[in-house]
């Protein structure tokens, strides 16, 4: 059974921050290779922000630990019902909802936007390592 008053707050918590620190390593050494691949540069990008208050251009940010947080939450929920909590079993988990999950519906989605396959060439391992960090530490932290 799964209930709210069991879950590992402070583990799911670090589990998302460090998601997150991930990302902004992997996309700070990826990040040109990244602008080029959504067919941008640096200077179009620099002229889209100019307008946007600090929220604005925080707001994907923030976005990001949220999305992680939920994350980490529903990988709580997945360990619970499979009744197993450590480090192998948080990272399989992890690569499985990859495998099933992320991978297919970045792949699909930039390909319906007319998008190069270097988008999801990059974009897709950060996923990855974002479900094997979170299920690893969710799994190892346990309830």
Same mark, same amino acid.
């Given at each position: 059974?799964?209930?709210?008053? $069991?879950?590992?707050?402070?583990?799911?918590?670090?589990?998302?921050?460090?998601?997150?620190?991930?990302? *902004?390593? /992997?996309? @700070?050494?990826? @990040?040109?290779?990244?602008?080029?691949?959504?067919? !941008?540069?640096? $200077?179009?990008?620099?002229?889209?922000?100019?307008?946007?208050? *600090?929220?604005?251009?925080?707001?994907?940010?923030?976005?990001?630990?949220?999305?992680?947080?939920?994350?980490?939450?529903?990988?709580y929920g997945i360990l619970t019902h499979l009744g197993m909590f450590n480090l192998r079993?948080?990272?399989?988990?992890?690569?499985?909802?990859?495998? @099933?999950?992320?991978?297919?519906?970045?792949?699909?989605?930039? *390909? /319906?936007?007319? !998008?190069?396959?270097?988008?999801?060439?990059?974009?897709?391992?950060?996923?990855? @390592?974002?479900?094997?960090?979170?299920?690893?530490?969710?799994?190892?932290?346990?309830?």
């Open positions: 059974m799964f209930a709210l008053d $069991e879950v590992n707050y402070l583990g799911t918590a670090i589990a998302a921050a460090a998601a997150w620190m991930f990302g *902004a390593a /992997y996309y @700070g050494l990826l @990040g040109r290779a990244w602008i080029t691949a959504q067919g !941008r540069t640096k $200077e179009s990008l620099a002229i889209e922000n100019a307008g946007k208050s *600090a929220t604005a251009k925080a707001a994907p940010f923030l976005l990001s630990f949220v999305g992680e947080l939920l994350m980490a939450f529903v990988m079993a948080g990272m399989i988990s992890g690569a499985f909802c990859w495998v @099933g999950f992320v991978l297919p519906t970045v792949a699909i989605n930039n *390909a /319906y936007s007319g !998008r190069r396959v270097m988008l999801t060439v990059i974009d897709s391992p950060h996923w990855l @390592g974002v479900l094997l960090i979170i299920g690893g530490i969710v799994g190892a932290w346990g309830p």
